[in-house]
Structure formats: structure tokens, C-alpha cells
Nanobody, 124 residues
Framework: VQLVESGPGLVKPSQTLSLTCTVS??????????WSWIRQPPGKGLEWMGA???????FYSPSLESRTSISRDTSKNQFTLQLSSVTPEDTAVYYC?????????????????RGKGTQVTVSS
């Protein structure tokens, strides 16, 4: 399974960041898998942002839920991330990943496949 992130590398403050993850070698509707967006700001750890399940159900991190939208296009085997009202604090490497649900933590915390990541910088 391969995941490839794509989208603009530079976004202006207050705008909406939009990224697409294209999946090959496996279907995003395969049972029991969850397809996540995670990010890593400079000098910080990984942060789970949200996920879309094989069923199409969507889950968001409570800290980002008000600004985040995740969707999918099963015909293209892609899922997307939109993050609105971005600030420089949203500057990070953004990854898409596949993994099972962690019932203890309440979100997917481990990933068997992850994209290489894409740098997104928020700056005017």
C-alpha cells in the first residue's frame, strides 16, 4: 500500500489548507482500516488530526474539530483534508496514514502505512 500526499506547500494566514492523499495498492473501503491525517510541527511530536473510516464515518481531534474537514472520493481512492483559518502555528509536515482504531486512546495511534509527508508553511 502506498500513500502520497499532495497540495500547496505555502498557505497564507486565514486561508484554508487543502491536501489530498492518493492511495494505491489497497482500497480505502477495506474493512476495519482507518485513514488518518497527522502532522508534525517543527520540533514537536506527531499530532493526530482526524480520520475517515472504511465505512465513511469521520472522526476529528477535539482540538481541531472546529477547523477541520475530511472527505473521500472512493472512485479515485483518495481522501482529503481541509483546515480552515490557518495560522503560522499550523506550519508542519502533514502525513496521511493507514491504521486500526485504538479503542484505548479513542483514535488511530499506530500506522502500518504512512506517506512521506508534505511540508506546509503558513506565511504571508
Amino acid at each position: 500500500v502506498q500513500l502520497v500526499e499532495s497540495g500547496p506547500g505555502l498557505v497564507k494566514p486565514s486561508q484554508t489548507l487543502s491536501l489530498t492523499c492518493t492511495v494505491s495498492g489497497g482500497s480505502i473501503t477495506t474493512t476495519y482500516y482507518y485513514w488518518s491525517w497527522i502532522r508534525q510541527p517543527p520540533g514537536k511530536g506527531l499530532e493526530w488530526m482526524g480520520a475517515i473510516a472504511y465505512s465513511g464515518r469521520i472522526f476529528y481531534s477535539p482540538s481541531l474539530e472546529s477547523r477541520t474537514s475530511i472527505s473521500r472520493d472512493t472512485s479515485k481512492n483518495q481522501f482529503t483534508l481541509q483546515l480552515s483559518s490557518v495560522t503560522p502555528e499550523d506550519t508542519a509536515v502533514y502525513y496521511c496514514a493507514r491504521g486500526p482504531w485504538d479503542y484505548g486512546l479513542g483514535y488511530p495511534s499506530e500506522y502500518d502505512y504512512r506517506g512521506k509527508g508534505t511540508q506546509v508553511t503558513v506565511s504571508s
